[in-house]
């Protein structure tokens, strides 16, 4: 488990990650950049209660679905590959294949998710292809490999 300083001032707040990526609450996902290198990205999630998901995601047993760990993973990997043009805003990103998804752990109102993306190549045309993991609690709740594509916005 990487340990990172969640007190320190983040690479990028929620207003900085809004300029960047195109979603917006409730399909936010994601609420602080940690880090970012050409080659990897640190996010941060608070799960909180309030989800909309958790009303009926489990009713008296509420868990984060695995799906949307999966595009908070992906958010924060459009953050790497977005971070590559100089115009960010006017561009989308688009899943082209998830491949090895694992979840491990339940995530539960409370935790704080930290996801950790890095290039498996490097970023040719748009394409990012990445290893992401998400963990909590000390632990690695879910992982995946995935693939995407930005394209401009028409």
Do not use: W
Not at 35 to 51: C, F, I, P, Q, R
Not at 61 to 69: D, E, F, K, R
Not at 93 to 118: E, R, W, Y
Request: proline share 9%; aromatic share 8%; glycine share 6%.
């Amino acid at each position: 488990m990487p340990k990172y300083d969640l007190n320190a001032p983040p690479l990028m707040d929620i207003h900085q990650i809004m300029a960047m990526l195109p979603h917006r609450p409730p399909f936010l996902l994601i609420d602080r950049i940690l880090e970012l290198s050409e080659t990897h990205v640190v996010g941060m999630k608070n799960v909180s209660m309030n989800e909309p998901f958790f009303m009926g995601h489990f009713p008296g047993a509420p868990v984060m679905p695995g799906v949307l760990q999966v595009e908070a993973m992906a958010q924060t990997g459009g953050i790497l590959v977005l971070s590559t043009v100089p115009d960010p805003e006017n561009y989308l990103t688009f899943f082209m294949k998830i491949d090895n998804v694992k979840f491990k752990q339940k995530v539960l109102p409370g935790d704080t998710l930290i996801f950790h993306c890095s290039l498996i190549t490097p970023i040719r045309r748009g394409i990012c292809h990445m290893q992401a993991y998400a963990y909590a609690n000390n632990k690695l709740v879910c992982e995946a490999e995935m693939m995407a594509q930005i394209a401009k916005k028409k």
